[in-house]
Structures are given as structure tokens and as C-alpha cells.
């Protein structure tokens, strides 16, 4: 019997290999019960190795008529026609593929076409448009330039006027400087005929006591000096108090009246807590002495003194203070520290105003301020405009005087105050000329 070729080519077994087993079996059965050991089918015919070789054998049914070899050109036929309509095929695709795409790039092109005559028409949509405001506009400046001509006397008339208005305000603007320039004039000479005449202010040098002028005496009487320091002491809230301490220290003398020069005016508190307790003063049947009345009278000159130059520069002062404010009833610590710290405060508002130097201001130093003021080599005098100081110094110089501020806004301080600067300044101003008018008469009935 043949084997089958197991390299799954077309070509026919060329060997059978028959086992001895088969042969054995071959002796014994019949011929109708042989199998096949290619196909493992009962066979009656069987093909020897050269007809297998050559392919010549047909199925072993009889439906299949044709041999292996016939099949085999059949199968080479078929291939080569399958070969040739391949390439018939292949060639007629190719030719369907290059329609298609020319037919694609036909109608990209025609989309693009399209796109083209939409942005033209869009284009030229636009530029119609265009054209149309550029005729407006065209209509109109021909239109303006048509006027034009006429309003060229106006122009020039209207840069006429501006010159004429240039030449005005530069007369104006120094009709104002030489007005200002008189009126500071005006107030620096109404400010030191108020100091000379109604408000005199100086500084008093320290007086030497009488223990003191002795000592070059070696036979000064000891038990005199003693008593007379006994004398000027007294004992008020646990502290020894003696009225010569405050004459070694320099002094700013308003009118008559003192004020200490280091701004300490911690007398008229102790001497309202000496009056309270029923202690006795050194001087108290002295009025003039009372280091209280002394204080109370300065603040109250000064306090006029502050009003009345407010009234002449025409500054609104941050605080309200009236004439008799130190001049009424005792007051207390408190009440008497934010008196003073208000008054303190409307003079350096003052000083700062009229450009003073701020290196030689101090917030508790009344007088000294007041005299820095009034110094025209150190303080732009009658001045009219706003501060030009540094707001760092100004919050300085006013933290000091913080603590004894009362607790209220600044809007209702500064509405209030106008009033002060209006009515009251005005009638001190009246009363101040009327001293001044009296004191002249005096004076040339004198003469």
C-alpha cells in the first residue's frame, strides 16, 4: 500500500510501505476486507508505486473520473487564468481608483470653489459696505471742510479770547501774590502790634534764691535762709512741695503771668489738692503767688492769644477752646490735662500752617511755640495755604499730646470750631483795639 506525503504538497505518495502484519492478515482475510493505510477505507484496487509517481490514478469512486496528472494541469490552468484576470482585475481597479480619486479632487475642488466664491461674495459685501461709510465719511468732511472756511474767524477769535484769559490770570495770579504779600504784611504787623501792646511775651531768666545770694556772705544768718525755705514748703499728697522750685527753672512770661518752660504745670493740680485737703500754701494771701492763679491766667492769655491769631492767618484750629476755659472753676487732673493738650495742639496746628521749623517745636512747651510762632526768621508769618510738613512729624510731634485728648471725632472738634475763630475772635479782636485806642489816647494825653 502507498503513504501519504506529509509535506502538504499536490504531488501523489510515492511509497506505500506495506507492515508485515498487513501481509499476515492479507494471507488470512479476503480481499474485500483489506483497508487502504492512506485512507484506513476497505479497497479492492490499488495502484503500484510508478502509477502513483506519474499520477496516474483516479478516485476510487467512480463519480471522480479524471486521474491526479489531469487534475493536476487542470490546476495549473486554472492558476494561470486566476493569474491573468488578477491582472485584468488589477488593471481595471487601478483605472476605477484613479476615477475615484479624480472624482474626490473634483469635488474638493469644487467645495473650495465654493468657499472662494462665498468669501468673495462676503469680500465684496464688505468692501461695498466699506465703500458706502467712505462715502459718508467722504459727504461729511467735504461737508466740514466746505464750513470750515467760516469758522476760521472763530478759531482765531477763540485763541484770542484764550491769550486775552492767559493775560488776565497772570495779572490776576500776581495781583494775588502782591495781595498776599500785603496781607502778610498786614498780619505779621497786626500779630507784633497784639504781642507789643495787648499780649506781651518774653522769656524770664531762672531767679537765684535768697539762700543762694548768700552764700558768698560767709555771715549770711542760716537759721533766716531755713526759715524762709520753711516758709515756701508744703506737704501735699505725700510729697514736700516748695514754691522756690520752680523759680530755678526758666520761665515764659504772657502779660504778667508765668508759665514753667519745661511745660510741667503739675502746680495748679497740687495746689487744687492742697486747697481740697485744707493745707495751707506758703503764699496764700498772695494772689499774685498762687502758682495756680499764675498758670490759670497764662493758659487763659494764651488761649486768647491762639484764637485771635487763628482769626488773622484764618485757620480753623482742631480743637474749641474758649476764653474762660482755665479761668473758671478748679479742675481736675484729668480735665486740666486735656485742656492744656488741647491748647497745645491748636498751636502747633498753628506753627505748622505758617511753615515753622518743626526742630525747635516741642508739644508741651505753650509759650516757647507761641514765640517760635510769631519769629518770622524761623516761621513763614501770614502765610495762606496748605501744610507742607511731613505727616511723620506731625503724628509725632501729636502722640505726645494723645494720652490727654478726649476721646472725640475730629469732624464735630472742627465744626465747632469755626465758630471760635468767627465770634469770638472778633469780639477779642474789637476789645484789643479798643485797649490799643485807649492806651494811645493815654499816651498823647500824656505828651
Not at 68 to 78: E, G, S
Not at 95 to 114: F, G, M, P, S
Not at 227 to 240: F, I, K, M
Amino acid at each position: 500500500m502507498a503513504t501519504s506525503s506529509s509535506d502538504g504538497s499536490y504531488t501523489a505518495p510515492a511509497d506505500f510501505q506495506l507492515s508485515s502484519e498487513l501481509e499476515d492478515v492479507s494471507s488470512r482475510l479476503s480481499v474485500n476486507l483489506l483497508k487502504c493505510p492512506l485512507c484506513h477505507y476497505s479497497r479492492r484496487i490499488f495502484y503500484c508505486r510508478q502509477c502513483v509517481q506519474n499520477g496516474d490514478f483516479v478516485h476510487s469512486t467512480s463519480v471522480y473520473s479524471e486521474r491526479f496528472a489531469d487534475k493536476q494541469v487542470r490546476l495549473l490552468r486554472l492558476k494561470a487564468a486566476r493569474a491573468l484576470l488578477e491582472d485584468k482585475w488589477t488593471k481595471i481597479f487601478e483605472k476605477h481608483r484613479q476615477k475615484d480619486k479624480l472624482a474626490c479632487d473634483i469635488n474638493t475642488c469644487k467645495e473650495r470653489v465654493r468657499l472662494l466664491q462665498s468669501l468673495i461674495h462676503e469680500t465684496k459685501q464688505s468692501i461695498n459696505k466699506g465703500n458706502e461709510r467712505l462715502n459718508i465719511l467722504k459727504d461729511a468732511n467735504s461737508q466740514i471742510v466746505q464750513r470750515l472756511p467760516r469758522h476760521e474767524h472763530r478759531v482765531e477769535r477763540v485763541h484770542e479770547f484764550i491769550d486775552d484769559l492767559k493775560t488776565k490770570q497772570d495779572k490776576q495770579r500776581g495781583n494775588v501774590d502782591r495781595k498776599r504779600k500785603r496781607l502778610k504784611k498786614v498780619i505779621r504787623t497786626a500779630a507784633r502790634q497784639l504781642v507789643q501792646y495787648i499780649f506781651p511775651l518774653c522769656q524770664v531768666e531762672p531767679e537765684r534764691s535768697f539762700c543762694n545770694s548768700d552764700e558768698e556772705n560767709p555771715n549770711a544768718d542760716v537759721v533766716t535762709c531755713a526759715l524762709a525755705d520753711a516758709s515756701g514748703t508744703s506737704y501735699v499728697r505725700g510729697r514736700w512741695i516748695s514754691d522756690s522750685e520752680n523759680s530755678l527753672e526758666m520761665h515764659h512770661r504772657i502779660v504778667a503771668p508765668t508759665l514753667p518752660g519745661s511745660g510741667d504745670y503739675s502746680a495748679y493740680s497740687l495746689w487744687v489738692a492742697a486747697s481740697k485737703d485744707g493745707t495751707p500754701g506758703a503764699n496764700k494771701e498772695n494772689t499774685m503767688n498762687n502758682p495756680a492763679y499764675n498758670i490759670s491766667a497764662a493758659l487763659t492769655y494764651a488761649t486768647q492769644l491762639v484764637n485771635v491769631l487763628a482769626y488773622y492767618i484764618n485757620v480753623r484750629l482742631p480743637y474749641k477752646l474758649t476764653y474762660g476755659e482755665f479761668c473758671g472753676n478748679e479742675m481736675s487732673d484729668q480735665k486740666f490735662a486735656r485742656k492744656v493738650a488741647r491748647l497745645n495742639s491748636n498751636i502747633l496746628h498753628l506753627c505748622f500752617t505758617q511753615n515753622t521749623n518743626v526742630t525747635v517745636l516741642h508739644p508741651m512747651h505753650t509759650l516757647q511755640n507761641l514765640m517760635h510762632l510769631l519769629n518770622t526768621e524761623i516761621s513763614d508769618l501770614g502765610r495762606i495755604g496748605p501744610m507742607e510738613v511731613d505727616p511723620s512729624i506731625v503724628e509725632k510731634l501729636h502722640n505726645q499730646l494723645t494720652s490727654d485728648l478726649e476721646n472725640s471725632t475730629m469732624a464735630s472738634q472742627q465744626s465747632s470750631s469755626i465758630h471760635v475763630n468767627q465770634s469770638v475772635a472778633g469780639g477779642l479782636v474789637t476789645s484789643a483795639a479798643a485797649s490799643i485806642a485807649s492806651i494811645w489816647r493815654g499816651w498823647t494825653t500824656n505828651r
